[in-house]
């Protein structure tokens, strides 16, 4: 690609605004208390895997020297970047724990302890713990000079400095907490009506007499460890790559470097001997506390229940299903569109239990990403085979920190007779599409969604899916399983958008249309939800139609490139929303004179997503399904509460710091209530 007049935010710069974003929901007092610790979970996740992906990508890039995209210096200087902003962020979580959510906890009449010393009711429970529950699991090493230790990934250890009695004189020792053995939050008897709890860290601190007998304690910090998660592929064909992705989830445990976070009330000389003695450089220190993996904080204890929790509506029906009693007859009425998780998952469910059982059905094929663990959808496809169906499941086994329960469960399903297609090589298929193909005259049946077959992500994740047995959107379905079967047969797509395929050409098109009305005195308009914009030859198309004058709103959630309030993008806002669910639909639409254009996908516009993964995209043909959808995409533009506009400095502004005199909209909540009071079609 030729160099271009237009800039773009650093791909990473950009994902910290948007984890920085999900702290400042565990900032707002608006929320309930234990919300606000979840986000805190949340953003430290969050986090911890964007350093063992994207910073390990940049380290192991420097390692090898195979970046061709950036020079050398260009990645250091994306990483200093990085940590700069870390450091920032962590100082500010820190002190959102300390000064805000704990206060706020102790005003409940919860205490969690932020000492190592418990108060003297606690001493001998704590003491009896320590000694029956978790001095069995400890195991000590010397931390020595030319002696180098190995420190897992992402498990949380004591640097314990002490003194012997006798001499005086310095040594030095690790001690990795035990996890799997204990809980992090231990809680202690209640008094005076106050619950306490404490971290097992502190428990093993204030213990660690009884573990150094005739040293005395000198100091004991915190410290963890970040590696490379990323699985690389180098030799990828369909004959071995079940066992080189189990091979590489294996190695994925002592992966290079990509973070070393200490305890920033650690001496500095004290972190210059661990670093010396694990070989840990400059560029890897990232400032912590003493208390770290907080993304642990999801799993604190609530004495309290739902006082101190947000409820969460509870997944509405469809009555349209429901009055048909058969999905499958509903469907062959009409399209039916399903909001996830505002509507229930069963429906998804019954329409594959219908599929299993239904004599006129011959055969189901389906897309796997994301398998839910003990998944209702992969057990009834397991009983459709056993109804004597022929079932065709293509599960992608590089769908990341997900390798493991996608191979075990493609191991189920075979067991059962199911045919399983393993991952393409070079690609992934991130499409999520499953088609039921019946017996001659009978219509087929297709299911094309923006999220996973995952019953467990569909109740946080916010995603739209289509049921239809329109035949235009049911022949393609079966063309892109043609393509993931390896069928000789050149696909010829007319409705469905599928990456590799026709979906930026098209992309491009339509959005080279908007310009074209402009330029004809028309109105132009543009409006695009999705999870991240990354791709430098869309967004220049992207540029170019704010330069003619279509007015461009953008709803991204995490990475964005595009640069907002530039002389190229003065007609491009971008609003992200973060809130009880995950935005995880992707939407497009296109004003096209008035003949409005309306696609929901499964696709980012990353470069990824775009040319290196089987995506889909597929039209919304239905009027009024069309407008529900336009009609929610205003809802979410006019959110004054949970929005926020991305500026130029990739600032989060929120749009309620904006908006003065006008009522108040919180989308997900108003698209609740959108949904319930909508007219509902007769099927009859």
């Known amino acids: 690609m030729g160099k271009t007049p237009y800039t773009y935010f650093k791909r990473d710069v950009s994902w910290l605004s948007f984890n920085y974003r999900v702290l400042l929901e565990?900032?707002?007092?608006?929320?309930?208390?234990?919300?606000?610790?979840?986000?805190?979970?949340?953003?430290?996740?969050?986090?911890?895997?964007?350093?063992?992906?994207?910073?390990?990508?940049?380290?192991?890039?420097?390692?090898?020297?195979?970046y061709a995209a950036e020079s050398v210096e260009a990645i250091e200087a994306t990483l200093e970047?990085?940590?700069?902003?870390?450091?920032?962020?962590?100082?500010?979580?820190?002190?959102?724990?300390?000064?805000?959510?704990?206060?706020?906890?102790?005003?409940?009449?919860?205490?969690?302890?932020?000492?190592?010393?418990?108060?003297?009711?606690?001493?001998?429970?704590?003491?009896?713990?320590?000694?029956?529950?978790?001095?069995?699991?400890?195991?000590?090493?010397?931390?020595?000079?030319?002696i180098r230790t190995f420190i897992r990934d992402r498990r949380l250890y004591l640097v314990v400095h002490m003194r012997k009695?006798?001499?005086?004189?310095?040594?030095?020792?690790?001690?990795k907490i035990p996890y799997a053995k204990v809980p992090r939050f231990v809680p202690l008897p209640t008094h005076g009506n106050v619950y306490y709890y404490m971290f097992i860290d502190d428990i093993i601190r204030v213990n660690l007499p009884s573990v150094f007998p005739g040293y005395e304690i000198a100091g004991c910090h915190s410290i963890k460890i970040s590696r490379d998660a990323d699985i690389y592929l180098e030799e990828e064909t369909p004959e071995n790559i079940l066992q080189t992705i189990r091979r590489k989830v294996e190695k994925r445990k002592i992966g290079a470097l990509s973070?070393?976070?200490?305890?920033?009330?650690?001496?500095?000389?004290?972190?210059?001997?661990?670093?010396?003695?694990?070989?840990?450089?400059?560029?890897?220190?990232?400032?912590?506390?003493?208390?770290?993996?907080?993304?642990?904080?999801?799993?604190?204890?609530?004495?309290?229940?739902?006082?101190?929790?947000?409820?969460?509506?509870?997944?509405?029906?469809?009555?349209?299903?429901?009055?048909?009693?058969?999905?499958?007859?509903?469907?062959?009425?009409?399209?039916?569109?399903?909001?996830?998780?505002?509507?229930?998952?069963?429906?998804?469910?019954?329409?594959?239990?219908?599929?299993?059982?239904?004599?006129?059905?011959?055969?189901?094929?389906?897309?796997?990403?994301r398998v839910a663990e003990n998944s209702v959808v992969i057990n009834t496809l397991i009983k459709a085979a056993e109804n004597g169906k022929r079932v065709t499941v293509f599960v992608e086994l590089k769908a990341r920190f997900d390798e493991e329960n996608n191979i075990s469960t493609a191991a189920q399903m075979e067991q059962a007779g199911i045919k399983i297609i393993y991952s393409i090589p070079g690609l992934k298929v991130h499409a999520k599409v499953a088609v039921i193909l019946r017996k001659a005259e009978q219509p087929d049946f297709a299911y094309l969604s923006t999220g996973n077959f995952n019953e467990q992500t569909a109740k946080i994740y916010s995603d739209m899916a289509l049921l239809t047995c329109n035949k235009a959107i049911t022949d393609e379905v079966r063309q892109v399983f043609s393509v993931l079967e390896s069928e000789p047969v050149k696909p010829d797509f007319h409705h469905l958008l599928v990456a590799r395929y026709n979906m930026v050409p098209e992309l491009a098109r339509m959005i080279r249309r908007e310009i074209s009305h402009v330029e004809a005195g028309r109105r132009g308009r543009?409006?695009?939800?999705?999870?991240?914009?990354?791709?430098?030859?869309?967004?220049?198309?992207?540029?170019?139609?704010?330069?003619?004058?279509?007015?461009?709103?953008?709803?991204?959630?995490g990475i964005c490139c595009l640069i907002p309030n530039q002389p190229y993008s003065r007609h491009i806002r971008i609003t992200r929303i973060v809130d009880m669910y995950l935005e995880h639909a992707r939407i497009w639409y296109f004003y096209n004179d008035g003949a409005e254009e309306v696609y929901l996908s499964s696709a980012d516009w990353m470069n990824r997503n775009l040319r290196r993964r089987i995506e889909t995209a597929f039209p919304i043909l239905v009027p009024d399904i069309k407008q529900e959808i336009l009609d929610i995409l205003q809802i979410q533009l006019h959110d004054n509460v949970k929005a926020c506009f991305i500026d130029e400095r990739l600032h989060n502004v929120f749009k309620r710091d904006l908006a003065t005199g006008q009522p108040p909209v919180r989308a997900q909540e108003a698209i609740y209530e959108y949904i319930r009071k909508k007219r509902i079609p007769v099927l009859g």
Do not use: W
């Open 26 to 66: 565990a900032a707002d007092k608006t929320f309930p208390l234990y919300e606000r610790l979840h986000f805190l979970s949340i953003y430290a996740s969050n986090l911890e895997e964007f350093y063992a992906i994207r910073v390990a990508e940049h380290r192991g890039a420097i390692m090898r020297g195979n």
């Open 81 to 146: 970047e990085i940590t700069t902003e870390v450091n920032r962020q962590q100082q500010a979580f820190y002190r959102l724990f300390h000064e805000d959510i704990l206060p706020e906890l102790r005003r409940q009449g919860i205490y969690l302890y932020q000492e190592a010393r418990p108060k003297p009711f606690h001493e001998e429970f704590v003491r009896n713990y320590f000694e029956e529950e978790v001095f069995p699991f400890l195991s000590p090493v010397a931390i020595e000079t030319g």
């Open 165 to 175: 009695k006798t001499t005086r004189e310095s040594h030095y020792a690790l001690i």
């Open 259 to 369: 973070r070393f976070m200490y305890d920033s009330a650690m001496p500095p000389d004290l972190l210059a001997t661990i670093c010396r003695a694990f070989g840990i450089a400059e560029e890897d220190l990232v400032l912590g506390g003493r208390y770290m993996n907080l993304q642990d904080l999801s799993k604190f204890p609530n004495p309290k229940g739902n006082q101190l929790t947000q409820a969460v509506p509870p997944p509405m029906r469809v009555p349209c299903l429901d009055r048909m009693a058969s999905v499958f007859r509903a469907v062959e009425k009409r399209d039916v569109l399903l909001h996830f998780p505002y509507q229930s998952f069963d429906y998804l469910i019954g329409f594959l239990r219908e599929a299993a059982f239904d004599p006129e059905v011959e055969e189901i094929k389906i897309t796997q990403y």
């Open 526 to 557: 543009i409006i695009l939800k999705m999870n991240g914009l990354h791709d430098e030859g869309m967004i220049d198309e992207l540029y170019r139609a704010s330069e003619s004058g279509v007015e461009i709103d953008l709803i991204v959630r």
